[in-house]
């Protein structure tokens, strides 16, 4: 059985890239082999690398779309907002709790969600 290990995402300014995910998502940065490569702690042992376009590493956005819960979506979003981040889709209501879909420097979709408590 297959477990899974690591997402990647093709940028066009690692630098730029590498920022956002640290300071607008607070990720822990876990290797820094820029201008390679870089990559960020997820939960369970998962990894988040970036690595920068190339000829057959090419951006594509709507190809990808992460989703990470924080504390308060709607913190979360005014706060990225302040930090010139896109929201590309408002705080609202779902069945599961709250969420919103802010795009990081690529204009990948990133899903940031408040779950609702389980009762």
């Known amino acids: 059985m297959a477990r899974f290990a690591i997402a990647m995402i093709v940028c066009s300014e690692l630098g730029r890239s590498r920022w956002f995910y640290k300071n607008i998502l607070e990720l822990k940065l876990r290797t820094d082999a820029s201008p390679h490569w ?3 702690d997820l939960a369970d042992g998962g990894v988040l690398g970036l690595r920068p376009a190339s000829e057959s590493l090419v951006v ?4 990808l779309q992460l989703g990470f819960t924080v504390d308060d979506v709607d913190r979360f979003v005014t706060d990225a907002r302040t930090a010139a981040v896109t929201i590309l889709q408002e705080p609202h209501e779902e069945s599961f709790g709250r ?6 420097p690529d204009g990948y979709p990133i899903q940031v969600a408040t779950p609702k408590p389980w009762r």
Do not use: R
């Open 38 to 40: 870089v990559d960020f």
């Open 60 to 63: 594509k956005t709507g190809s």
């Open 99 to 104: 969420i919103a879909v802010i795009a990081d």
